[in-house]
């Protein structure tokens, strides 16, 4: 079967848009998809949850419609089945523009089910063993299941398997204050469920800075999310119809009983039954494929891309992925992973936008440093919304006057991050952004007034 240049295994975020251009540059391409053709972000991550989280909203909103001056005329309420009916709906939209745009492509293949290397540059699927002089894989992750006691008799929820949740959990206990488990715990929150998050660590999501961490504990308590850090989870068992945590934080156990248990304590990559020792790909401790600055395995003609290589974790570090590969391969364009600006959003309501380096890390360098921070609660277009909550945060570099990093926990946060993240891409110093003139009433326009403001970092 060695009539394809190049084999693509899995459907992720950068997979489909290589076997787009590889197709262009005239090679004969084989894509291998075993499940869900978009993977991750389009089925159970990006695309599904923030269809959840813009139905949370609206729940919220209309619970605070007085607060505006809009009646609603009785209490709000939340029909679960047809919030995952529209989530159903957009979702399930990507994944079929995706798997028609494959299917459909001149020059391209689809093979539908679990491939695994038997060769160096052999991949079978099904039986059928195809060969190329490229292989790309592009596997992505799944949630990591931890080794708790009694997690293996309880039936745990995960990021996937709460795509079907159709009916609102009594009380949901989530594992895991970070990222992906906070999303679930304030959505549910809103939809109605009583919900304990039970994080590890002494504070949420940790790796960001401690103030932006008890700003989004402050908020999510405030809706009456019940957070507890500090906790590790010892034990689960089911308790009738019920699951029981059982937790120990300093040196005490106590227990969590609720109705239902959400695993968001990390993930890992889908490189475990991939055949990958047949191929003699390289992978770390934790299963990751090993690569280069230019996404090569150790092998020649294998390249990693998306979640499974372990430089990135997101939607848009898989596409830039792609773009690398496409770069370097196609273009005779040297693009590189390092060039790579950190970026990314939480999207709990507020949102947090975040770019490059946290004001601890900024700290960790000793390099002198300016800082400028200010409260959502200063900023017009927030007022006028009755969104408040949160504060911005920028750092810069004092000699080189570039930007060095930026947190911004507040109304449009995933939004007005970008203003920071163009800036550095373009090497620029702030004071071009200070002399900027910025549309009124946005959260954007402070960002020339921040940058005005800036302070040596103590
Ligand atoms: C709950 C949640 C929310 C998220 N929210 C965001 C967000 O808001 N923004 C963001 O940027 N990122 C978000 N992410 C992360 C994002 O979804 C991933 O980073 C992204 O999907 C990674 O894509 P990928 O290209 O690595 O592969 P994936 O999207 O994981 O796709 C891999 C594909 O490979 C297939 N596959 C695996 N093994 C095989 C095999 N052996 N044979 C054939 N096919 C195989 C899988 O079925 C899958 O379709 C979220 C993740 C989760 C879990």
Excluded at 57 to 82: E, H, S
Aim: hydrophobic share 40%; glycine share 10%; charged share 25%.
């Amino acid at each position: 079967m060695g009539d394809h240049d190049a084999i693509i295994i899995g459907t992720g975020q950068s997979g489909p848009s290589l076997a787009r251009r590889l197709v262009a540059a005239g090679q004969k391409v084989a894509v291998i998809e075993r499940k869900f053709f978009g993977g991750t972000c389009v089925n159970t991550g990006c695309t599904p949850t923030k269809t959840l989280v813009a139905s949370a909203y609206a729940a919220y909103l209309a619970r605070r419609a007085g607060d505006y001056g809009v009646t609603i005329g009785g209490p709000v309420g939340v029909d679960m089945k047809a919030v995952k009916a529209r989530k159903d709906a957009v979702a399930g939209a990507s994944r079929r523009g995706v798997e028609r745009s494959l299917k459909t492509l001149e020059g391209c293949t689809v093979y539908e089910g679990h491939a695994r290397f038997v060769g160096t540059k052999k991949a079978a699927v099904d039986g059928v063993v195809l060969d190329a002089d490229r292989i790309f894989i592009n596997v992505g992750g799944r949630a990591l299941a931890p080794s708790i006691p009694g997690l293996d008799q309880v039936p745990y929820l995960t990021n996937s398997s709460m795509m079907d949740v159709d009916f609102l959990p009594q009380h949901l206990i989530v594992l895991g204050g970070s990222y992906i488990g906070l999303e679930f715990a304030q959505v549910y929150r809103r939809f109605g469920s009583e919900v304990t998050v039970i994080e590890l660590a002494p504070r949420l999501i940790a790796r960001e800075d401690e103030d932006v961490s008890s700003a989004v504990a402050e908020f999510l308590k405030e809706e009456g999310v019940d957070v507890r850090v500090d906790s590790k989870v010892v034990g689960v068992e089911k308790r009738g119809n019920r699951i029981a945590v059982k937790v120990e934080s300093t040196g005490k156990i106590s227990q969590v009983v609720g109705t239902h248990v959400l695993v968001a304590i990390g993930r890992r990559p889908n490189t475990d039954d991939l055949g990958l020792d047949k191929a003699g790909i390289a992978t770390d401790a934790r299963g990751y494929i090993q690569v280069d600055d230019q996404l090569r395995t150790n092998v020649p003609g294998i390249w990693a891309i998306g979640d499974c290589n372990g430089r990135g974790a997101f939607t848009h570090t898989s596409y830039n992925d792609f773009e690398i590969v496409a770069a370097n391969i196609l273009d005779n364009d040297r693009r590189r992973v390092t060039d790579r600006i950190t970026a990314y959003a939480l999207y709990t309501d507020p949102p947090l936008g975040r770019v490059g380096m946290t004001e601890a890390e900024v700290r960790k360098t000793g390099e002198p440093a300016l800082i400028s921070t200010m409260p959502m609660e200063d900023v017009s277009r927030a007022f006028e919304k009755g969104e408040t909550k949160g504060f911005m945060k920028i750092l810069v570099d004092r000699e080189s006057k570039q930007i060095l990093g930026a947190s911004f926990l507040g109304l449009a946060g995933d939004e007005v991050v970008h203003c920071m993240l163009t800036l550095m891409y373009a090497k620029a110093p702030y004071t071009v952004m200070q002399r900027a003139t910025h549309i009124h009433p946005t959260v954007s326009e402070l960002i020339p007034t921040m940058m005005g403001e800036l302070k040596p970092l103590q």
